[in-house]
């Protein structure tokens, strides 16, 4: 069964601080990945797309890695400004767009 | 430019009533998406259209339908609410299905409560 488990499911953080977001998948066959972050009562925003020969991709002060062949990404936030407080949703597509598998994300929350 | 706007933004609704979702989105993208989130659960399709006059299933798409009479609109209807259909809607656009390397864009959301 195809599936995206992110971790942890929470996360709280001191503003400054760097942390690091997991995702592990079981999709295939794979096509690409991305994260997401989802402000609260707001809809996801993309943040990153890799594809399968690509293991590194940053946007701002976000950079996501991919390992293929575990099947692992990560998403790493540097600094960290109180505006990252907000669900990161990873996403893995096996083929067109109703093909996307979401996580259930990881709520991060940075404290001043 | 609005993006994707999506009415009402919330909405309390008796068990059995109907209702319709409005999605509008201004970008003149192919495709569009119905999806629901529920809590400690991922983004789920419901229904999705490739382009204007075509429509497919997604993962969940018992007691809810779609149209897409042109490019711009997308409305979701539930024919008869029930309480397990409680959750937040998103409509989100894509410029085209098919390359799904393409940003996919999200509206704001509709928060349902079916009681």
């Known amino acids: 069964k195809n599936q995206v488990e992110q971790s942890p499911q929470s996360l709280i953080i001191l503003e400054g601080k760097n942390c690091t977001l997991q995702c592990n998948y079981t999709v295939s066959p794979f096509s690409n990945l991305r994260w997401y972050k989802q402000d609260t009562g707001r809809g996801p925003v993309s943040l990153t797309i890799m594809t399968f020969s690509e293991n590194t991709k940053s946007n701002g002060r976000y950079t996501a890695t991919l390992d293929a062949d575990t099947k692992q990404s990560s998403l790493h936030i540097t600094a960290s400004q109180l505006s990252d407080s907000a669900s990161y949703i990873c996403v893995v597509s096996s083929g067109g767009y109703n093909k996307l598998i979401f996580g259930a994300g990881t709520r991060l929350a940075v404290h001043p | 430019t609005a993006g994707i706007t999506q009415a009402p933004t919330s909405q309390i609704l008796a068990a059995g009533r109907s209702m319709t979702l409005r999605c509008t989105q201004d970008?003149?993208?192919?495709?569009m998406y119905w999806y629901r989130q529920d809590l400690g659960l991922g983004l789920r399709l419901i229904h999705y259209?490739?382009?204007?006059?075509?429509?497919g299933k997604g993962e969940v798409p018992d007691g809810y339908s779609v149209s897409r009479a042109n490019t711009d609109d997308f409305p979701l209807t539930l024919a008869s609410a029930v309480p397990s259909q409680t959750s937040v809607y998103f409509c989100?656009?894509?410029?085209?299905?098919?390359?799904?390397?393409?940003?996919?864009?999200f509206g704001p959301g509709t928060r349902l409560t079916v009681l």
């Open positions: 970008m003149r993208h192919n495709a």
């Open positions: 989100a656009s894509s410029e085209f299905e098919g390359f799904s390397s393409d940003t996919q864009y």
């Open positions: 259209s490739n382009t204007a006059g075509t429509t």
